[in-house]
């Protein structure tokens, strides 16, 4: 983590294990790490624009 404030927010989202992390915090979660991190647990990490583009192709 970049931001040791994000800390809390990020290991919720890693026990939750929701289907989507929509956020714009590009500089902070939007890193290779962190991509893999939530992908391996099946959580996809999108953008605002991302997870509106991704609801558009169901």
Do not use: C, W
Request: no cysteine; net charge positive.
């Amino acid at each position: 983590m970049t931001d040791p404030k994000d800390a809390p927010l990020l290991a919720s989202v890693v026990q939750a294990q929701p289907d989507y992390f929509v956020t714009n915090d590009i500089a902070h979660f939007h890193t290779d790490t962190i991509k893999r991190l939530l992908g391996e647990r099946g959580v996809k990490l999108r953008t605002p624009y991302g997870f509106l583009r991704d609801l558009g192709r169901r």
